[in-house]
């Protein structure tokens, strides 16, 4: 059965894209079948994928106004061997265009129903804002999967993305659920993080994954090459890292 994850964080700057390209590349590696979606308009996915966004004729965008199928859009990437649906700064506009559609929370569920099967894991990789799109990547889910880092700050955002969570769940798709929370950029000298990443296991007891991202800078280096890390530098902590986070994801879901 196909499993849709949505990647999402309010929150800027916490590792969403890096984990959505080597999470979907590691996925492969293990042999899934694997879609990555790219809803957000920086594009920065489908960059980090081999895929120069200032040439695409067809994008998301296209999908989500009703224009093209995913099967005219998505792309096989190289050397991810995932598929892509791409996007780039033209997604901008699509929230304005879709206030005035039918259905226009459930328009990027709607668009992957033919093609679900075809893929064990639908990765969305939503932008850092609680708006229309990251709203359709809610929707369209079945879990989602929240990056972040051990500070301060970022308690204060999970709750404000907990509580809208709930309110999806309400209004739209009942189903979704809290499938864990990734502790990204994580460096054990610093205290504070150490104490976060304590608090996080203690409120969200069970929904915090195991495998912790670490500040690595074959991560920061591999989007350059517009390549996932495992094909940038194999054994490097952070390419080690999104291997174990995949046997993880896969573990939970047998």
Do not use: W
Not at 130 to 159: D, F, K
Not at 182 to 190: G, I
């Amino acid at each position: 059965m196909t499993k849709i994850l949505a990647i999402t964080n309010q929150k800027g700057g916490v590792g969403k894209t890096t984990t959505s390209i080597n999470l979907a590349a590691s996925l492969v590696n293990a042999g899934m079948r694997v879609l990555l979606v790219d809803l957000d308009p920086q594009g920065n996915t489908t960059m980090g994928s081999g895929v120069d966004k200032r040439f695409l004729d067809k994008t998301i965008y296209q999908v989500l106004l009703g224009e093209n199928l995913v099967t005219d859009v998505f792309l096989a990437t190289t050397p991810g061997k995932y598929d892509l649906l791409p996007a780039n700064q033209e997604l901008a506009g699509a929230e304005i265009e879709m206030v005035g559609l039918d259905k226009r929370e459930t328009r990027l569920k709607d668009a992957l129903h033919p093609v679900q099967a075809s893929y064990d894991f639908i990765l969305i990789d939503c932008p850092p804002a609680l708006n229309l799109l990251t709203i359709n990547g809610l929707c369209a889910a079945h879990a989602v999967m929240i990056p972040m880092q051990c500070e301060y700050y970022a308690l204060e955002g999970l709750s404000d993305l907990v509580n809208t969570i709930k309110r999806i769940r309400t209004s739209f798709n009942p189903a979704l659920k809290i499938e864990g929370l990734l502790r990204t950029m994580f460096d054990p000298r610093n205290l504070l993080a150490q104490q976060v990443s304590d608090q996080l296991q203690q409120h969200f007891a069970g929904k915090v994954y195991q495998t912790i991202i670490p500040r690595n800078i074959r991560l920061a280096e591999a989007p350059g090459f517009g390549k996932p890390v495992l094909y940038h530098d194999r054994q490097s902590k952070g390419a080690r890292a999104y291997f174990a986070l995949a046997d993880e994801l896969l573990a939970a879901s047998r």
